[in-house]
């Protein structure tokens, strides 16, 4: 069992759709949480980050941890055809990341 | 644009061969991290250098080093390369050694290698 998993999708949704991407991990040391957005042919960036279970909002994002379970999510709302993106969940402790391999997501105009 | 730049773009090699990947970090940026992607493993964390000084190590094979020099500049060494080795290898660079969120990296665009 990976320490991330990440479903790789691909998810296609129409403009405007909420969309929920999700992790689950194994190894409840994790102290941080994070969301990276790759476009094709690019490196991913930053979207989101947080330390604690909750919910975090920026926008038209909000990353979701709940420690508990596991588990991780990022929704988008009112998605948007630049939202299309390759989307990659991490987490780790003190140097040590781990990365999901990414759900790729499709949003149609 | 992130401002770390790699070279080269598209890599095309041979099982067996040695191969150099080149990164220069952003300006200002001490801390470069390696970083291979693949279809089937995704994101894998390579190794780390701050200031010239190996910091953190990863699922680095031992086929492979890496180094960086007084300029900052970062080199990926792959040798004795095997058709599993083709992936997308990133670098990424920050200002501090010490990872945490807070502390951005920025990726490159990557360098594509393929070994056939």
């Known amino acids: 069992q990976k320490e991330v998993e990440q479903d790789p999708g691909p998810l296609s949704v129409p403009e405007g759709a909420i969309v929920s991407l999700n992790c689950t991990y194994s190894n409840s040391a994790f102290q941080y949480f994070m969301w990276y957005r790759q476009y094709s042919r690019k490196g991913p960036e930053l979207l989101m980050y947080t330390y604690s279970s909750g919910n975090k909002e920026d926008g038209r994002f909000t990353a979701q941890v709940d420690k508990s379970s596991k588990y991780i999510s990022l929704f988008i709302r009112d998605s948007q055809p630049s939202d299309s993106a390759t989307y990659l969940c991490a987490m780790g402790l003190e140097n040590d990341m781990r990365f999901g391999a990414g759900t790729r997501l499709t949003v149609k105009p | 644009d992130s401002g770390v730049t790699q070279t080269p773009k598209h890599l095309i090699t041979a099982t067996g061969q040695r191969v150099t990947l080149r990164c220069s970090p952003r300006s200002g940026d001490l801390s470069v991290y390696w970083y291979q992607q693949s279809l089937d493993q995704g994101l894998q964390f390579l190794i780390q250098?701050?200031?010239?000084?190996?910091?953190a190590k990863g699922n680095i094979l031992e086929r492979f080093s890496a180094q960086q020099f007084p300029d900052l500049h970062s080199e990926l060494n792959l040798s004795s390369l095997e058709l599993g080795d083709s992936a997308l290898y990133f670098c990424?660079?920050?200002?501090?050694?010490?990872?945490?969120?807070?502390?951005?990296?920025?990726f490159g665009e990557g360098s594509w290698l393929t070994v056939v």
């Open positions: 990424a660079s920050s200002s501090l050694g010490q990872f945490n969120p807070g502390n951005t990296i920025y």
């Open positions: 250098y701050y200031n010239g000084e190996e910091r």
